[in-house]
């Protein structure tokens, strides 16, 4: 159930930005067992003007290949999980489309099961009692 959004500046090939979001999607599965066929991805694409960003902060060296993930999952995930999906996703997307790993930003938002409504106006993991 995560929806990602993916922010890099302008300028890279449709190849390179879907092996980002494939790698991306292939942690998710990895870490969180995130199913396959549940795929909610945004890609936001910056001018370099509009992208700021410290290229040094906490020591690490940030190039303008620095890919911004944002990604709200479910809340219940301990500590341990987490670590393994931002190292999934970084070996993932070293790997393709080779960015270093230093270019890869995670911010995670964890929201319960009643802040999802997938369609029809429902809380989709919500059981109100309807199902029989």
């Known amino acids: 159930m995560p929806l990602v959004h993916i922010h890099l500046i302008k300028g890279k090939s449709p190849e390179y930005i879907r092996a980002v979001a494939d790698g991306v999607h292939k942690a998710l599965g990895e ?48 500590v341990p999980t987490k670590q393994r999906l931002y190292r999934a996703i970084a070996d993932n997307l070293a790997l393709a489309p080779g960015l270093r790993q230093e270019d890869v930003m995670i911010s995670l938002t964890g929201v319960g099961k009643e802040d999802w409504s997938f369609g029809n106006g429902l809380a989709s993991y919500v059981d109100d009692g309807s199902k029989s």
């Open 31 to 78: 870490a969180f067992n995130v199913p396959q066929d549940d795929r909610f991805q945004l890609i936001h694409q910056h001018d370099a003007a509009d992208f700021i960003y410290n290229a040094s902060y906490l020591g690490i060296r940030r190039s303008d290949d620095l890919v911004i993930l944002q990604i709200i999952a479910g809340n219940w995930r301990d």
